[in-house]
């Protein structure tokens, strides 16, 4: 696998949109071709190499491509973004949007993500080590329809309406998150392991939702159904005692969403 | 020299001209057609070389939905439609975005890369007149205008209740001048006025609240009322109980009720010069004939309905159709028909917006997507087809999507090319549901479309409907100097290859307006000035008086000073006024 290298060369004021930041996009280049591609900023475009010092060359394909970004990128958005194989690092934090719409490959974020992280996402694993914002593996504004396949872990901490309208793949939080969590979720799987604010699963209509911790306001459209203890759901086990529930029937009455919550921490359900 | 040009050895298709596919030369002066260029003007004018290639009338659009507060509805409820369809600014061009309801830069640029020249926008909300013009003034490169929607007027079902016809003719005409419309347009007769009760009308013989007018009476108010004006056009109809199972009959009976109304089209203009009789000869001009063509009971044993349609018109000739096509994918349903998209809202469940139009009439807008997976989609595309294929008479058709509500109008390629290709439709035929084939008589359609025909149902027929022949739809002397050339060759034209025809007609060769080239290959490449129709429709002064005092009365009701009502002639691009019904 060829290495490309990437250092942030300074602070950047406007926000970058750097959805050229692909393995797909960067095959075949030479670091110097690499440079050239231009990103925009504000109403201009730039080339990469006025914001980073670009090292090695890319692989023959997306897949022969590891980019590795060696420092922040909290302002730069879109990394990732469609990229369909080969492998991102990014050393500090990532800016808004990336892995958005990623279809396979890996993302590996050391640092915090921005909002949208996974937005629509088909494939592939968006794997960050520190918190997400709002948004991730969401749907587009006005859109019903977000992530369909892949895997996001979140090992920090994520926050409003994560895995909004996601209809396939899987998202773990081993934090927290916010409100509307799988907000009209089609399908697919949330698991989190902390807590929760509220409006958990508003108007599911498919797929499965696991809450590990306290629900702060338990979404009232919900059924439940029985006790489980402990929970097998693909390649995650889950031990303790879950209540499970379906819903959202608020609206639809033919809902088919499944939510387990931890019994414990939510006794008054 | 500006909009002078030779366009030379190109195959020429201009049905109005009944020249089928001769090889000529076309040149146009100072945006005019004429017969021939002097050695000095040829010397300093463009020369294209349209050797083996397909020449044609610029596009005309009768039926779109491009300008005005319902298009913009549809623009604002859906970023979803903008963020992956998105158009970079040029030295030239503006920057647009959105691929159902595109911003109105875009949507002037793809249609002149499709190459059209001409479109018009289906329905202004009286009070929506200011808005429709200022985001027609806007769109860049197409000659427009729009018709203006009465079918569920206050002032109008009044005077028809009443049978006072001298004062609804004052009053559509007067209505014309103020909001600087072109035809009448009417949606849903009587029965949007009911939606603001929650209701509908069902039958052709029901009378709505409060006016106690029916659906017939204003049919044949308007009708009538259209033809003692001479307008340019005859009424747009969108009939009653759109988009339900078992529509095609009232539909049917809708057609009868203009049957013998004489038409009269007067109006004060320089006709082009063609070999056809470039009057209007119809009555009614039905709007998306497939949404108004199911058969059936239910959504589980619905079928086409089109057949029974189709053998009336064949049978009359007071009918013409455009037929809302819908060619698969991403949609924005917008209409004036606001009980229709609250029905599609119960069926859907997707986000959807109503407006009552205070006395005038209303909307709704949703967005849709039509699947090749679904059933009921897979019939409608199927129904689109057979609208266009089962009238003999290619002069009783146009192809329209009703962009963007069957789907926008730059999938017309795809329907283009379904009606020339067999084999195009066959390829479809296994990708949809089997309902297309097994509810519709599509399947044992063998008949193909030929560029003739395909010039009558885009450009000579929208334009001859509509009363635009005096300058639009034709290549004859005085017509606009607006041409197409498509990258075809007819001698070599094989329509078992669709992926070539689809892609010629995604980008014309030339689009060419009042002789200036305006897109090569789908590029814009100049931005000359576009003009805004309307017809200006005289009435007797006495009869105008005594209308209005009625409408000042009335207008209490409204939100707005009267003064405040009219469209000034400044919210217009270039306005184009047309006398009608004046002394000759």
Redesign the interface.
């Known amino acids: 696998m060829s290495e490309v290298i990437l250092i942030p060369k300074r602070t950047i004021d406007i926000k970058l949109e750097a959805d050229v930041i692909t393995p797909d996009s960067f095959a075949g280049k030479s670091a110097d071709e690499i440079g050239k591609l231009s990103v925009w900023q504000g109403p201009k475009t730039y080339p990469l190499s006025d914001f980073f010092e670009v090292k090695g060359n890319g692989g023959s394909s997306a897949a022969e491509t590891l980019i590795r970004i060696k420092g922040d990128a909290m302002r730069v958005k879109r990394i990732g973004e469609g990229m369909s194989a080969g492998k991102i690092e990014i050393e500090g934090s990532a800016g808004m949007h990336v892995g958005s719409g990623m279809k396979g490959g890996e993302i590996l974020v050391f640092g915090d993500a921005d909002s949208w992280a996974g937005m629509e996402m088909t494939g592939g694993l968006l794997y960050i080590k520190g918190n997400a914002g709002d948004h991730v593996g969401c749907?587009?504004?006005?859109?019903w329809h977000g992530m369909k396949g892949g895997r996001i872990v979140i090992e920090g901490s994520a926050r409003h309406q994560l895995g909004g309208g996601m209809d396939g793949g899987e998202i773990l939080v081993e934090g927290n998150v916010e409100g509307f969590c799988g907000i009209r979720q089609n399908g697919g799987l949330i698991v989190v392991k902390g807590k929760a604010l509220r409006g958990v699963g508003a108007e599911m209509a498919a797929g499965t939702i696991v809450i590990g911790g306290k629900i702060e306001r338990f979404s009232p459209g919900f059924e439940y159904i029985s006790m489980e203890n402990g929970l097998i759901l693909g390649r995650i086990e889950l031990t303790g005692k879950f209540r499970k529930f379906t819903g959202d029937y608020a609206i639809?009455k033919r809902a088919k969403g499944v939510l387990y919550v931890a019994a414990d921490a939510n006794p008054e359900l | 020299m500006a909009g002078t040009i030779a366009i030379k050895n190109g195959y020429i298709f201009d049905p109005l001209n009944e020249i089928k596919g001769e090889i000529m030369d076309i040149f146009v002066r100072d945006g005019k057609v004429v017969k021939e260029l002097s050695a000095a003007e040829l010397k300093n004018s463009k020369v294209i070389d349209a050797s083996g290639m397909t020449v044609m009338p610029g596009g005309v659009d009768s039926h779109s939905h491009v300008a005005g507060a319902k298009v913009n509805a549809g623009r604002m409820m859906r970023p979803e439609d903008h963020y992956k369809a998105n158009l970079q600014k040029t030295s030239l061009t503006h920057s647009g975005s959105g691929y159902t309801v595109p911003s109105v830069y875009k949507q002037g640029y793809d249609y002149a890369a499709m190459g059209y020249t001409t479109v018009f926008e289906a329905a202004v909300p009286p009070l929506e007149a200011r808005h429709t013009h200022e985001e027609m003034r806007a769109t860049p490169l197409l000659d427009m205008g729009g018709y203006l929607v009465l079918g569920n007027n206050f002032f109008l079902m009044r005077y028809l209740k009443e049978g006072d016809m001298e004062k609804a003719a004052a009053y559509v005409a007067w209505m014309m001048k103020t909001h600087k419309t072109y035809g009448i347009k009417c949606v849903n007769p009587a029965g949007v006025e009911n939606w603001a009760w929650g209701k509908n009308v069902s039958s052709l013989d029901e009378t709505n609240i409060h006016f106690e007018i029916t659906p017939r009476e204003v049919i044949k108010g308007l009708t009538e009322i259209n033809e003692s004006l001479g307008m340019p056009m005859p009424v747009h109809l969108h009939a009653n109980n759109l988009g339900h199972p078992g529509c095609y009959a009232i539909t049917k009976d809708s057609l009868k009720i203009p049957d013998g109304v004489k038409t009269r089209q007067n109006m004060d203009v320089e006709w082009a010069e063609t070999k056809m009789d470039p009057s209007r000869d119809r009555s009614v001009y039905l709007t998306h004939l497939m949404f108004n063509s199911f058969a059936g009971t239910t959504w589980a044993d619905c079928e086409s309905g089109v057949k029974d349609i189709t053998d009336y018109i064949n049978n009359k000739d007071h009918v013409v159709i455009d037929s809302g096509c819908t060619p698969f994918g991403e949609a924005t349903v917008m209409t004036g028909d606001g009980p229709a998209i609250h029905d599609l809202y119960t069926l859907t469940g997707n986000k959807w917006s109503n407006t009552d139009v205070e006395m005038e009439c209303g909307s709704g807008v949703l967005p849709f997507t039509y699947l090749k997976s679904n059933p009921v989609h897979s019939l409608q595309w199927a129904m689109g087809l057979e609208c266009l294929l089962l009238i003999n008479d290619p002069w009783k058709t146009i192809m329209t999507t009703d962009s963007p509500n069957g789907g926008p109008f730059t999938k017309y390629p795809e329907v283009m090319t379904w009606l020339m290709s067999e084999a195009f439709r066959k390829q479809t035929f296994s990708e949809c549901h089997k309902w297309a084939n097994d509810r519709t008589e599509l399947g044992g359609v063998n008949r193909e479309l030929s560029l003739y025909d395909l010039a009558i149902l885009t450009r000579a027929n929208p334009a001859r409907t509509i009363g635009m022949v005096h300058r639009k739809g034709s290549l004859g002397v005085g017509a606009d100097g607006d041409v197409t050339v498509y990258n075809i060759n007819p001698q070599q034209l094989d329509p078992n290859n669709y992926e070539t025809l689809l892609r010629t007609f995604r980008k014309a060769e030339y689009t060419v307006k009042e002789g200036e080239i305006v897109a090569i290959k789908g590029e814009i490449v100049s931005l000359p000035e576009k003009r805004t129709y309307y017809s200006e429709v005289h009435v007797e002064n006495e009869r105008e008086k005594e209308m209005l005092a009625d409408v000042k009365e009335w207008f209490r009701y409204y939100t707005l000073g009267f003064a405040n009502y009219p469209t000034p002639e400044k919210y217009l691009a270039n306005p184009t006024p047309i006398r009608v019904n004046g002394e000759r």
């Open positions: 749907a587009y504004r006005g859109k639809s």
